[in-house]
């Protein structure tokens, strides 16, 4: 497992979100005025997330796109994951929640954690993802880039999700915009709680043995 790093491509995601919460919702493309509810791309160069109204949406909505390619809406619970805290603890991860995915363009799969700086990057080697794939086949249904295997393992949970890169980043510029001394303080932990929530009650259930 590579040395963790911070990851420029998400501190230029904040960075946008709170520009565009100063701003007002443009898509980031074209400049058109978008609502609130909308979808979003990743710059696949940076990987940076970027705001996009519906007709760029659907211009970028081929996976095999070069340069910009469409988050997918939605989150699935995966209740039957299998991941013991031997291989968690492999990871080298040294937080209670953790998301990872396929880099692009190398396809390496990396652990990005959030942190009170943003997050943090860490590259896996082959073996250990592909040992958590033979577990748990629905990881290879898994959109490169753009979706993420989102762990919850706070207060002793052990909760796993399929959930799109843009959910995930949400997560860290929660964490990183309200974390204060060194605990975090209640608010924030009331925020993370609130996250994964929501998440609950919008995910589809999906079995980890679906391919």
């Known amino acids: 497992m590579g040395n ?3 990851s420029p491509s998400a501190f230029a995601t904040l960075r946008g979100m709170a520009r565009q919460r100063e701003l007002g919702e443009t898509c980031d493309l074209c400049s058109e005025p978008i609502p609130d509810e909308h979808r979003h791309l990743l710059q696949l160069s940076t990987e940076r997330v970027v705001c996009s109204c519906q007709p ?10 070069k340069h910009y390619r469409l988050i997918p809406s ?7 994951f299998e991941m013991s805290d031997e291989i968690w ?16 363009p190398s396809g390496q799969v990396a652990a ?57 980043y949400r997560l860290v510029g929660l964490i990183r915009m309200g974390w204060r001394g060194l605990s975090g303080g209640t608010e924030v932990w009331r925020m993370i709680t609130g996250f994964f ?8 259930t999906v079995s980890a043995r679906d391919a």
Not at 56 to 65: G, V, Y
Not at 90 to 98: K, Q
Not at 197 to 202: A, M
Request: contains cysteine; aromatic residues 8%; proline residues 8%.
């Open 4 to 6: 963790p790093t911070p």
């Open 56 to 65: 760029c949406s659907i211009l970028f909505a081929d996976r095999e796109a």
């Open 112 to 168: 990005v954690y959030p942190s009170p700086a943003g997050a943090t990057r860490s590259l896996l080697t082959f073996d250990a993802w592909e040992e958590l794939e033979e577990a748990n086949p629905v990881l290879r249904g898994m959109q490169p880039a753009v979706e993420a295997l989102l762990v919850n393992r706070v207060g002793g949970a052990r909760d796993h999700y399929l959930a799109s890169i843009d959910e995930c």
């Open 89 to 104: 603890a492999s990871f080298g991860v040294p937080v209670s929640m953790a998301f990872f995915q396929h880099s692009h």
């Open 197 to 204: 929530g929501d998440l609950d009650k919008r995910a589809e």
């Open 74 to 80: 939605g989150v699935r619970f995966v209740p039957d």
